[in-house]
């Protein structure tokens, strides 16, 4: 007699009241316990937080001491179009068509397709309207219910997210109606100056990444597990004035991601981000963790 495998739905709600279960705990230690259990888990050793040498470590450091509170404009997705408009100009900016706590009564959702729904204090709370079979309201209206009702992993103490009251907003969708949507140019920024610079490619179909300096020579090595790009990439059209926005917007800050797009018209900014993964991303070769975590000092945190 064989028995049927339970439905992969099933294991999956199990997995993920699993997860909601060990963050739940994992809120309510003090904080340098929490973190120290969460680093734990994800490298199979515990943090140097006394003396840091690797860039998941001090990552950890800036999140216990680097007054990361005070960054919350820089993260929130409405806000921070401002701020960026303010210093880059409004070139740069993806206009909002929309922006609130609920979204809008059905006869007031005239947005021009396609377009992107999604909240400004997490990641990866988004939906793509590319088409009118896209727009199963019901579907989306409890999506965005859901989004409001959380804030953004208060376990992994990253401190900036803390105060961005949460919003939907609705803006047109970068590259159109195409399947692919444009790369997603990462610039690291150490100490007001960019060092490296991930490339996230194919992003809706299975993420890949490629990472170079800032002289665009390909680094040997990959984050989080992400698949490396294996196709040859060249250098974007407007790397140079992407670079020097980068370091513009991050002069007050000791580390921060700066994101941005390059379209035909002109490069846009895509978002801020002070904790990458929270800090919880290997290295593969696992040294380029340390060779990063050289490039940042956080001896003032």
């Known amino acids: 007699m064989t028995h ?3 439905p992969s739905r099933f294991r999956q709600a199990l997995k993920v009241a699993k997860r909601k279960a060990i963050n739940a705990v994992l809120g309510v230690f003090p904080d340098e316990a929490s973190l120290q259990l969460q680093y734990l888990r994800a490298f199979g050793r515990f943090a140097d937080l006394r003396n840091p040498q690797r860039f998941t470590e001090k990552l950890q450091v800036l999140k216990l001491r680097g007054g990361l509170e005070a960054y919350s404009d820089w993260v929130d997705k409405v806000i921070a179009k401002e701020r960026v408009a303010a210093i880059l100009g ?3 900016i993806t206009p909002t068509l929309w922006h609130g706590t609920e979204l809008p009564p059905a006869e007031e959702r005239t947005w021009p397709t396609p377009y992107l729904i999604k909240a400004n204090h997490g990641s990866g709370w988004f939906h793509h309207v590319v088409t009118d079979a896209d727009k199963d309201w019901p579907k989306i209206e409890a999506m965005c219910a859901d989004w409001m009702k959380q804030r953004w992993h208060p376990h992994l103490r990253e401190r900036q997210y803390d105060a961005v009251k949460p919003q939907i ?3 047109p969708r970068l590259g159109g109606t195409a399947e692919v949507i444009p790369y997603d140019y990462k610039f690291r920024v150490f100490n007001g100056r960019v060092e490296q610079i991930g490339v996230s490619t194919d992003r809706l179909q299975g993420t890949k990444i490629a990472m170079f300096d800032r002289d665009w020579n390909l680094l040997p090595f990959s984050v989080d597990h992400i698949p490396a ?4 990439l060249e250098q974007p059209p407007h790397f140079a004035e992407m670079l020097a926005a980068a370091e513009l917007l991050a002069k007050p ?3 921060v991601r700066v994101d941005f797009y390059d379209l035909p018209e002109g490069p846009r900014f895509g978002e801020m981000t002070f904790t990458p993964a929270s800090g919880l991303m290997p290295y593969a070769p696992d040294d380029w963790d340390v060779r990063v975590g050289a490039l ?3 001896t003032t945190a």
Not at 229 to 232: K, L
């Open 4 to 6: 049927a495998k339970r």
């Open 229 to 232: 790009e294996t196709a040859r």
């Open 169 to 171: 907003l609705v803006e």
């Open 296 to 298: 940042l000092d956080v």
């Open 253 to 255: 800050f000791p580390f």
């Open 90 to 92: 409004d070139s740069w």
